[in-house]
């Protein structure tokens, strides 16, 4: 069997688009986007014990 | 710019090209956010959320988010699938997130829930859907199989780096995750 490697290629973008990406993320920085998910998760988790 | 995968073999006869968009970062308040701007058919935002959450036992895990971010209402929808034609691309920017992350946080494992293995899901889903389902809906648990499928085709090869434990639903329980079996939840751990 043929061994794989994956070499991992970031597909480069402007620097203009880069600064939209950190402007934006700085505005949302710290708050949570998904209540939702972590609220499922919460629940879901509630009473169980990790395995490790 | 180029690195490999954690978890590539440097022995490596076959080479294989993932392409990844360009990911910002930011961590607060225990929120580990990367940002993503897609470049499909269309433009799309997309975030990948790691929260600092704990158990009734004050075990700590770190749940994933990930999902469209829309600019207007400042929200995100991890509810609908874009059909942006760059679904690989996107999962594998998702999944260059995770080896970041245990970089930093070798000792907490990682938990994914898709949004539609809640409880509710089905009977809001029937509400809305125009599939018509008799008896098991399709969407329901849709996203974890999604991943599961991936995890399942590379599962020999993520063993190497990880321990992996899928959500029993009916028992209430993480057991030991074996592929093709169906789990609600998986949780990820870096091996050690």
Known sequence: MKKEAKKINVIPISKESKNRLIQILDQVKGKDLFPEKTALAQKTLENVKLPI | ?192
């Open chain 2, 1 to 192: 710019m180029l690195f490999y995968f954690s978890f590539s073999n440097i022995a490596a006869k076959k080479l294989i090209n993932i392409d990844i968009y360009y990911t910002a970062f930011s961590i607060e308040n225990s929120i580990i956010q990367y940002f993503f701007e897609t470049r499909g058919k269309r433009k799309i935002l997309k975030a990948v959320q790691y929260s600092k959450m704990k158990t009734k036992n004050n075990e700590t895990f770190y749940n994933l988010g990930f999902g469209d971010y829309n600019l207007e209402n400042k929200s995100i929808s991890d509810k609908e699938n874009s059909n942006n034609g760059d679904v690989r691309i996107v999962f594998n920017t998702v999944l260059s997130t995770i080896p970041k992350f245990f970089q930093d946080n070798p000792d907490f494992p990682i938990y994914f829930q898709g949004s539609d293995s809640k409880a509710s899901f089905e009977k809001e889903c029937r509400n809305t859907c125009s599939k018509n389902c008799t008896q098991i809906c399709k969407n329901k648990n849709r996203r974890i199989r999604i991943y599961t499928y991936f995890l399942d085709k590379n599962f020999k090869h993520f063993l190497k780096d990880y321990v992996f434990y899928g959500f029993d639903d009916e028992l209430k329980i993480f057991v030991e995750y074996v592929p093709k079996n169906n789990y609600t939840a998986i949780l990820i751990y870096k091996k050690k």
